[in-house]
């Protein structure tokens, strides 16, 4: 339900100049009822103006009667159709100052972890212009070498769910494309739940891929042979001993 413009000096003057409920009041500007009764006691709001809310066109006086008639009624605002579409204005997203220091890091991790993302959905995503995106992405920002990569999610910039939402955007992009995505790229493409799910696929080291099957012989039926078994005195080649070396060692003084 839409709220009124300066809720608590409308609800000030609510009190001031009706007979209206406080959880009535309450209801209407968005307040807790004990907030409208402090304010009826002059503990809440002191000092504060009221503001009509009948010269400011967002209620009737009909409205008002209405409430003053029965308890049980609920304010309604009244319809202006020069505000209708305010809530859908398009435009870059509002980013405290306590955060906009962070916002390039948030940029670099967008960039370095979701290459596939444009610029516009950047943009839109963290409240950022695409200059600011396009010297990040070229390594030409003033404070590149200073910049460490943080997920926007974690700085509070973003929701996950509004991360997720654009990366699987990106992934029927690509999908339609027809592009051949390696795992990696995959990884990247799916939301954080998804990938967090999915079990590691086991590589090969690059030092030694593609010898999985390397073979020292062209013919495998060699490699099955037994290597014949060589015995001590054949490998030394040490001569045998008959019965003229006997015969020498009995001649001998």
């Given at each position: 339900m839409a709220k009124p413009?300066?809720?608590k000096a409308t609800a000030v003057w609510l009190v001031d100049n009706t007979t209206i409920s406080f959880k009535q009041i309450a209801d209407f500007v968005g307040m807790h009822e004990l907030e409208v009764q402090g304010i009826a006691d002059g503990d809440v709001a002191a000092g504060v103006k009221g503001f009509d809310p009948i010269a400011n066109?967002?209620?009737?006086?009909?409205?008002?009667?209405?409430?003053q008639n029965n308890p049980l009624h609920k304010l309604k605002l009244k319809f202006n159709a020069a505000a209708a579409g305010e809530e859908k204005r398009r435009g870059p997203r509002y980013t405290p100052l306590s955060k906009r220091q962070d916002?390039?890091?948030?940029?670099l991790w967008l960039?370095?972890?979701?290459?596939?993302?444009s610029d516009g959905q950047i943009a839109k995503l963290v409240g950022t212009t695409k200059p600011t995106i396009q010297s990040i992405r070229?390594?030409?920002?003033?404070?590149?070498?200073n910049m460490q990569p943080i997920d926007p999610v974690a700085l509070g910039l973003c929701?996950?769910?509004e991360l997720d939402a654009i990366v699987q955007k990106a992934a029927a992009k690509k999908a339609a494309e027809g592009g051949v995505m390696s795992d990696d790229e995959r990884r990247k493409l799916v939301s954080t739940e998804q990938s967090l799910e999915m079990d590691a696929a086991p590589k090969i080291p690059?030092?030694?891929e593609g010898l999985e099957t390397f073979s020292l012989s062209d013919d495998p039926a060699e490699e099955a042979e037994e290597e014949p078994i060589i015995d001590a005195d054949s490998f030394f080649n040490l001569p045998k001993g008959g019965a003229e070396d006997e015969d020498e060692d009995d001649l001998r003084p």
């Amino acid at each position: 339900m839409a709220k009124p413009l300066m809720a608590k000096a409308t609800a000030v003057w609510l009190v001031d100049n009706t007979t209206i409920s406080f959880k009535q009041i309450a209801d209407f500007v968005g307040m807790h009822e004990l907030e409208v009764q402090g304010i009826a006691d002059g503990d809440v709001a002191a000092g504060v103006k009221g503001f009509d809310p009948i010269a400011n066109n967002q209620l009737t006086q009909e409205e008002i009667d209405a409430a003053q008639n029965n308890p049980l009624h609920k304010l309604k605002l009244k319809f202006n159709a020069a505000a209708a579409g305010e809530e859908k204005r398009r435009g870059p997203r509002y980013t405290p100052l306590s955060k906009r220091q962070d916002r390039p890091n948030s940029i670099l991790w967008l960039v370095k972890f979701h290459p596939e993302l444009s610029d516009g959905q950047i943009a839109k995503l963290v409240g950022t212009t695409k200059p600011t995106i396009q010297s990040i992405r070229e390594r030409t920002h003033w404070n590149i070498s200073n910049m460490q990569p943080i997920d926007p999610v974690a700085l509070g910039l973003c929701k996950q769910s509004e991360l997720d939402a654009i990366v699987q955007k990106a992934a029927a992009k690509k999908a339609a494309e027809g592009g051949v995505m390696s795992d990696d790229e995959r990884r990247k493409l799916v939301s954080t739940e998804q990938s967090l799910e999915m079990d590691a696929a086991p590589k090969i080291p690059t030092a030694i891929e593609g010898l999985e099957t390397f073979s020292l012989s062209d013919d495998p039926a060699e490699e099955a042979e037994e290597e014949p078994i060589i015995d001590a005195d054949s490998f030394f080649n040490l001569p045998k001993g008959g019965a003229e070396d006997e015969d020498e060692d009995d001649l001998r003084p």
